[in-house]
């Protein structure tokens, strides 16, 4: 049984376990990569959902925002601002490609070795969430419907750490959070927004867990950080990391039942419950949420069901539901409002948004949170710079262990079987919180493509990639961790699975 992975020039098989070895060493195989259970926070990919199955316009720049509308936002397209993507990639689909929308800032992950992946959504995932935030069409053919995005003019600042297996480490994804930090205010960039739809399982408290701590700092810099609660449903008694961070905008998903109006939203049921001291701080669309589609990726390939098409029967666009989107659909909304009041801070935007929320009626106040986001009603607040309180928790320390971070979430040599566990990031090199937490802080853990120690990268930007502006990659070819090459294409994703990335983490819930 197989089925082409037209994205990567390959295809799926299945072959004896004792045949892999050898496979490997054949001549003309590139790599062969382990099958994984891969879970990212949209918990499902269904057309099923009450809707019709095609689309005649995807508008999000102005839908949704309230029951009673506004013109006020009608001139509001995030135009300036730089929304930080750190997810599985973009693919340059229509609706995103435009050159200089997305800026491919360093490839983490694994595929970065491979010239015909780097950047790429070999996944699908990080395609979706950048269609949500900034997606825009940039010619119109007669018969063939727009596509919008929330902030349409907004710029996406892709990080790639997570790979078509979805093999990836907590130190990759801390890595993307720091240079996003240092990189916030480079010519041309200006990240004010930081999306993370995903999240591990750990189970350190906020207060000492390093990726807590790393967006901490980001909103320390100025730079606000949403974040998806996880899809562990209304159950579920704590969030996943870093939204467990009280500082950051922790995401919960509302379901609008497909109806226009609010009157009928409920909480979506798997947007995770938490606690009376840390749950969702307010809620976005999550479900049934249609953006751009990535042909030949993982969940395109292996969800065909949730393929939506335009009038004219293209099959451009994908639906999924989780706590990503709605995380998605917050950063973008973020951007909007921060085009019109760019002098607001971290602190403000949330109070902001949480105080012009629409409560869900008779919902949990816990796992509904403030209600959701009314972007109407926020953009008309006549002085929000009055909103001048400060959040006042107890400041992270970042003195946990990386290893508690990873929670259940760990990358295998697919040969050896070795786990990448304990203090050391991917390549080995050992973890000193006291040395990183003082330059996270600072601004400073990256110096040109260094982080931690080694070289991960390249030193600035080139213009030779289908976004006209990318990160220099640097070869990872002479180093190994447990005796493998990391250009061997070994690492399989134990990850992800029954309770990986977030266990729940990219993940929780179940896929559509």
């Known amino acids: 049984m197989s089925r082409p992975l037209n994205l990567i020039a390959g ?12 496979l490997r060493q054949t001549a003309g195989v590139a790599a062969v990569t382990v099958d994984g259970s891969v879970r990212l926070k949209s918990d499902q990919w269904s057309s099923n959902s009450g809707d019709d199955s095609s689309v005649q316009n995807i508008d999000w720049s102005s839908r949704g925002w309230s029951s009673s509308g506004s013109s006020t936002t009608s001139t509001l397209t995030g135009a300036g601002i730089g929304v930080a993507l750190i997810d599985s990639g973009v693919a340059p689909v229509d609706g995103i490609s435009q050159p200089g929308k997305v800026i491919n800032g360093p490839d983490l992950s694994f595929e970065s070795q491979n010239p015909a992946l780097t950047d790429i959504d070999s996944f699908g995932h990080g395609t979706h969430m950048a269609g949500i935030i900034a997606g825009n069409d940039t010619t119109t053919v007669a018969g063939v419907p727009k596509f919008t995005g929330i902030a349409p003019g907004a710029n996406v600042i892709s990080l790639k750490v997570a790979a078509a297996d979805g093999a990836t480490d907590v130190s990759q994804v801390i890595a993307g959070i720091d240079w996003v930090v240092t990189h916030r205010s480079d010519p041309g960039l200006n990240i004010r927004v930081l999306n993370l739809s995903f999240g591990t399982d750990s189970e350190q408290d906020a207060k000492l867990d390093p990726l807590s701590y790393a967006v901490e700092a980001a909103w320390r810099k100025g730079i606000v ?3 998806s609660v ?5 159950s579920a008694t704590r969030l996943t990391m870093p939204a467990a961070n009280p500082y950051v905008i922790a995401v919960g998903a509302a379901d609008a ?9 409920t909480v979506a049921p798997y947007s995770s419950r938490g606690s009376s001291t840390r749950h969702a701080d307010l809620l976005a669309a999550g479900s049934s949420v249609v953006s751009l589609r ?24 994908f639906r999924g539901s989780g706590t990503s989107q709605a995380a998605a659909v917050v950063s973008g909304t973020v951007a909007l409002l921060l085009q019109q009041r760019p002098s607001l801070t971290p602190d403000q935007v949330k109070k902001v948004l949480i105080q012009t929320a629409d409560p869900i009626s008779g919902a949990d106040p816990i796992v509904a949170g403030a209600g959701q986001i009314n972007i109407a009603r ?40 070795i786990a990448l566990s304990g203090e050391k990031d991917i390549f080995g090199k050992a973890w000193t919180p006291k040395t990183w ?19 991960w990268t390249g030193a600035g930007f ?20 447990a005796g493998r090459s990391w250009a061997d294409s070994t690492w399989a994703g134990r990850s992800w699975a029954a309770g990986t990335w977030a266990g729940r983490s990219w993940a929780g819930g179940v896929w559509g």
């Open 11 to 22: 295809f799926t098989a299945r072959v004896p376990s004792s045949a892999v070895a050898a």
């Open 225 to 227: 950080v949403v974040v």
């Open 230 to 234: 996880g899809n562990d449903g209304t």
């Open 257 to 265: 039942h497909a109806t226009p109006a609010r009157t009928d939203d």
């Open 294 to 317: 990535t042909p030949g990726s993982f969940i395109d390939e292996n969800y065909p069901d949730a393929r939506v098409a335009d009038l004219a029967g293209n099959m451009r666009f």
């Open 378 to 417: 926020a953009a008309a607040l006549s002085s929000p710079s009055t909103y001048t309180s400060t959040q006042s928790f107890t400041a992270a320390t970042g003195l946990g262990t990386l290893e508690g971070s990873r929670g259940a979430a760990h990358v295998v040599d697919g040969v050896t079987g």
């Open 437 to 455: 937490t003082v330059a996270a802080k600072a601004g400073t853990a990256w110096s040109d493509g260094t982080w931690n120690g080694t070289v």
């Open 462 to 481: 080139t213009g030779t990639s289908w976004a006209s502006k990318t990160w220099q990659i640097t070869p990872w070819t002479a180093l190994n961790w």
